[in-house]
């Protein structure tokens, strides 16, 4: 049987972002998964082998994600391990790690997107390709270029992708003088 743990690689240089990283084990071998997850030590709890919740309000909103991603992560893998268990295959810890890789480049949405894209392009839909990519690099600029799985897209997501659209209207208003 595999298992799954999160745990926590505090920076080597003190008071800086320790990183988050997935241990799978099976048969007694252990490969370890690195998330793009950075936290704070006093963030970690060690006993619950988790993510406090912040003392600081302005990490509030990054800390709550970070815990529903990993969640999703560790679901993700879990649902392979019992895919593989209940097809009674025979399979090796590197497999696991090697489908989940392929799940996390798969249903990432720049990716996604990407190949919604070329898709339209390939059927002659120019202007809606156009709109597709104007749409990406528009919210690669809102996320700061950082790509996210398909299924952490939250209506909270949207909405503040919504507010960050109206102050970019609102500033290129002001810039051209019409707003007074």
Known sequence: MASIRVKFR????AGKMGSIYYQVIHERKVRQLTTDYRIYPHEWDERKSGIRFPDCVDRAPAII???????????????????YEEECHVFAVDEIVDEYNRQINEYRLFGY????????YEHGRLR????????LNSFRQFRGERDMMLD??????IE????????????ATDRHGIIG
């Open 128 to 135: 809606t390709a156009e709109t597709y990519r104007s749409t």
């Open 160 to 171: 503040a992708y919504e507010v960050y659209l109206r102050d970019i209207q609102l500033k």
């Open 65 to 83: 994600a970070m815990r529903r991603n990993i969640g999703n992560d560790v679901k993700r893998l879990g649902g392979i391990i019992r895919q």
């Open 152 to 157: 952490a897209i939250s209506s909270e997501l």
């Open 113 to 120: 997107m990407q190949k919604l894209i070329s898709r339209m």
């Open 10 to 13: 505090p920076s080597t240089l």
